[in-house]
């Protein structure tokens, strides 16, 4: 199983080297590297990944700050490796934002099978976040359309049921969407306002 790319973010290159020597072969298509919080923050969303591995501390951030901006800007699964002594501390606080914690010194299979479940998570997390955004842009649709029936409305004095059939036809006749016909519509009447 493929579960795309991951991200490692830790202090040194020589520690992201090792967890990545520790990745399950084949399971990740593309591994990216990032030592800082901050070098981490802007490059996560353009490299695709689903997942993020970040090993705490870093040299800019505890680790689970990092962990929790990344939770609330992007669909990724996240784990966040911590020092034994802080993971009763940790763990709690980092559940709550659907982050997976591990205690370090950690093995190989204690590893794998956290990184499958996060994988896991992190595909569910991709479909609700493709569900949002179709439904996002099903609202904004909604809204064109009742603004550009609502100017029908006004300025052509027609029904409700009028403006619909009339915008329906229109999409349907000139093979659009109901959205750019409203666009249009939209366009046409508040330009003519100017």
């Given amino acids: ?41 802007r490059r996560v969303g353009e490299s695709g990944c ?9 040299p800019d951030d505890n680790g ?35 982050i997976g914690v591990i205690p370090k010194p950690v093995t190989r299979p204690v590893l794998w099978v956290a990184l499958r479940l996060t994988a896991a998570a992190a595909a569910r997390l991709q479909t609700y976040a493709q569900q949002t955004d179709s439904l996002r842009r099903k609202v904004e649709d909604l809204r064109l359309i009742n603004r550009a029936k609502v100017l029908l409305i006004q300025h052509l004095a027609m029904t409700e ?8 036809k229109q999409a349907m006749d000139q093979c659009r969407t109901r959205r750019s016909v409203a666009e249009e519509i939209i366009r046409t009447y508040t330009e003519s306002a100017s």
């Fill in 1 to 41: 199983m493929t579960a795309g790319g991951i991200f490692l973010v830790s202090g040194t290159p020589a520690t992201a080297e090792h967890l990545a020597a520790m990745l399950p072969a084949g399971m990740f298509s593309q591994v990216h590297t990032a030592c800082t919080a901050a070098e981490a923050r």
């Fill in 50 to 58: 689903s997942l993020v591995l970040i090993n705490a501390p870093l």
């Fill in 64 to 98: 689970l700050v990092l962990a929790r901006d990344l939770a609330a800007r992007h669909p990724v699964g996240l784990l966040l490796l911590v020092k034994g002594e802080l993971f009763e501390t940790l763990a709690g606080p980092a559940q709550q934002a659907g």
């Fill in 161 to 168: 049921p009028e403006a619909h059939r009339c915008l329906e």
